[in-house]
């Protein structure tokens, strides 16, 4: 897991303070994965474009990249031609050869 650091306003700061109070959510880091999980869950285009985006730049796989949208393999690969994205076939390395077995077996 990955460590950020944000700069929150006050007025949320003290939403999620008192929710932390409340028992709603375990720490800070706890409240934030809820909320962005949330949203990522209610907004499937955003979950889309973030994922294409991370793929064009050359820092996941398709497989991963289907994964985090939300898609199987084929719907992601359309997407991405919809989108523009040049398709990159084959793996590069070792390392990406594993990630795509492993996201293979977790989708559907």
């Known amino acids: 897991m990955s460590r950020t650091t ?3 306003p006050d007025d949320l700061t003290d939403l999620m303070n008192g ?3 409340a028992g709603i ?4 880091s706890d409240a934030i994965r809820h909320v962005l999980r949330e949203y990522f869950e209610e907004h499937q285009n955003a979950r ?3 994922a294409v985006s ?3 730049d050359g820092e996941i796989t398709l497989g991963t990249a289907a994964r985090l949208a939300g898609v199987n393999r084929f719907e992601m690969r359309d997407i991405l031609r919809e ?4 398709l990159r076939f084959g793996v590069e390395d070792m390392e990406a050869a594993r990630d795509e ?3 293979a077996r977790n989708l559907e």
């Open 83 to 86: 989108e523009g994205v040049e």
């Open 25 to 28: 959510f375990e720490n800070k």
């Open 6 to 8: 944000a700069t929150i």
């Open 48 to 50: 889309i474009a973030a």
């Open 54 to 56: 991370l793929y064009e």
């Open 101 to 103: 077995i492993d996201t």
């Open 19 to 21: 929710a932390i109070s």
